[in-house]
């Protein structure tokens, strides 16, 4: 079945530095790709998505690309702010025949920044 | 718009308990979905409903059983609930094609 892996947590980094959260999957066929941000206390978010092959998903200075060769979606930012702090999720979707997403997550990736 | 909204936000129950988790989806969507996040965990697809009725399930046994309304609001039911049903239940909600919105979640506990 579909699978996600993305590295694991924690990951704590000083405010203005690079970011890079990776993750990998296993589908059949060609799911979207997504990442999702958990901040306490609330609910996911859609931070970013690619639907094909080579698609760039980019949103508040989050970029990740979609990777068909590798299978990789990795979560990058070139410089990061305290208000990043959150549990960050990669996840893919299938269609399937019904055209509303059903979504596999990883386990999620806590990153913590330090001013 | 209110989007997705979730009741109770936490709730404390025993083993062998029933427990209901209601869910409002965002104005305009008609799908809803399920999850369950366990502690350190990324969440678990349970199951959909479209048109009241189930759509898609996850991998879960069938003391996890749900509902939707027509007014598209949805309840999630478990019973003889054990320690490992402790989890922050999700519901999301989409329209065709649309992407998910997320609610902030119902905090269980079974002790």
């Known amino acids: 079945g579909d699978s996600v892996t993305q590295m694991e947590g924690p990951v704590t980094l000083s405010e203005e530095a690079f970011l890079t959260i990776n993750c990998t999957y296993t589908a059949t066929g060609y799911p979207s790709l997504f990442w999702y941000v958990q901040y306490p206390g609330e609910g996911l978010q859609l931070l970013l998505k690619a639907t094909k092959a080579d698609d760039k998903g980019s949103n508040k200075g989050f970029e990740a690309t979609y990777r068909k060769e590798t299978t990789s979606f990795h979560l990058e930012k070139g410089s990061v702010q305290v208000s990043d702090s959150a549990v960050y999720f990669c996840a893919l979707s299938d269609f399937s025949n019904f055209g509303n997403e059903k979504l596999t997550f990883g386990t999620g990736t806590r990153l913590t920044i330090i001013p | 718009d209110a989007g997705v909204t979730q009741s109770p936000t936490h709730l404390i129950k025993t083993r062998g308990q029933q427990v209901t988790l209601r869910c409002s989806p965002k104005?305009?969507?008609?799908?809803v979905s399920w999850y369950q996040q366990a502690l350190g965990q990324g969440p678990q697809f349970i199951f959909q409903y479209y048109e009241e009725e189930e759509r898609q399930r996850g991998n879960f046994p069938d003391r996890f059983s749900g509902h939707q309304f027509p007014n598209y609001s949805s309840e999630l039911n478990v019973n003889a609930l054990l320690l490992g049903d402790s989890a922050l239940y999700l519901c999301?909600?989409?329209?065709?094609?649309?992407?998910?919105?997320f609610g902030s979640g119902t905090q269980l506990s079974v002790l």
């Open positions: 999301a909600s989409s329209g065709q094609r649309e992407k998910l919105f």
């Open positions: 104005s305009g969507h008609d799908t």
